[in-house]
């Protein structure tokens, strides 16, 4: 059971602290406890109530309207609305219903629509993306598990490796390649896999590596295969002294070698090599 304070709840829905107080005292949408100081807090429960009355907010529902609703409306809305192609906040907070609810029929209903409207490549740029950083922010309040966590970053997982599947062209011979790989100790790929997507789509051969590759492992490949390319991703801090010692290594033994970077961590590296480049959106991917 999370415990919520409102401030949680405004960076959880996007919605102001001062606009949720008044949604509870005016039409009683919230039934926060309260400490001995009058501190409010809010249940997991309260929570997911929220998202589902945000997500229909923010397709233009009026509150009054909202708050007349049952519980089952609610819901039945909530899975039936048609979303607005323009407005992705009605996506990204169904996807974290799915995701609380641990709904895999939500979840791929929602991103499947989202597809069909935007297409696959702007669905992960505009909405999953977002919806991850979302993630983040519920993790650091302990407003997921790990169960839920888990269940939604392989569900997107899933699709990134489907849609990689479906361009996937074993007759042709690239001239370009590029190894792809997580640095050992870490073992977020959701970004990897999309640069994957994005990589092959552009005719590349992308020889992916995964999570939590050796570095000897990642030399031996590129040997093998007269690679000078490598794109990888860190987001765990414990990590980064570690693999600033594996990329000296990799220029000494690859001169010629360009290293693409993402994640959270990818500014620690971009002074030790004037070959290393930040990948801060996917148009700084190589082409």
Not at 224 to 242: A, D, G
């Amino acid at each position: 059971m999370a415990s919520y304070s409102i401030k949680d709840l405004e960076k959880l829905t996007g919605i102001k602290a001062h606009t949720l107080r008044i949604w509870e005292q005016r039409y009683e949408l919230l039934t926060p406890q309260r400490s001995d100081t009058n501190i409010r807090s809010y249940s997991d429960e309260e929570a997911i109530k929220l998202l589902k009355i945000t997500a229909l907010y923010n397709q233009g529902y009026k509150i009054s309207r909202i708050a007349s609703m049952s519980e089952v409306n609610i819901n039945e809305c909530i899975l039936d609305s048609e979303l607005n192609a323009n407005h992705g906040h009605a996506y990204i907070e169904k996807l974290t219903i799915a995701m609380i609810e641990l709904s895999e029929e939500l979840f791929i209903n929602t991103f499947n629509q989202c597809v069909a409207e935007r297409g696959f490549k702007d669905t992960i740029v505009t909405i999953i993306y977002p919806f991850l950083e979302k993630l983040g922010v519920m993790w650091t309040v302990g407003g997921i598990n790990p169960a839920q966590e888990h269940f939604i970053s392989n569900l997107i997982r899933q699709k990134l490796i489907a849609s990689i599947d479906k361009i996937y062209d074993p007759v042709a011979k690239p001239s370009k390649r590029a190894i792809l790989f997580i640095p050992e100790g870490d073992l977020h790929e959701l970004g990897l896999l999309f640069y994957s997507y994005l990589l092959q789509e552009s005719g590349y051969q992308v020889i992916y590596l995964g999570q939590s590759v050796p570095a000897q492992d990642v030399f031996s490949v590129a040997k093998t295969y007269q690679c000078n390319l490598f794109v990888c991703s860190v987001i765990n801090p414990s990590i980064v002294e570690e693999f600033k010692t594996t990329l000296k290594t990799l220029f000494k033994q690859f001169p010629k070698a360009n290293l693409y970077i993402a994640g959270s961590q990818k500014d620690q590296f971009l002074k030790l090599h004037k070959s290393i480049h930040k990948i801060a959106s996917a148009e700084d991917l190589p082409r």
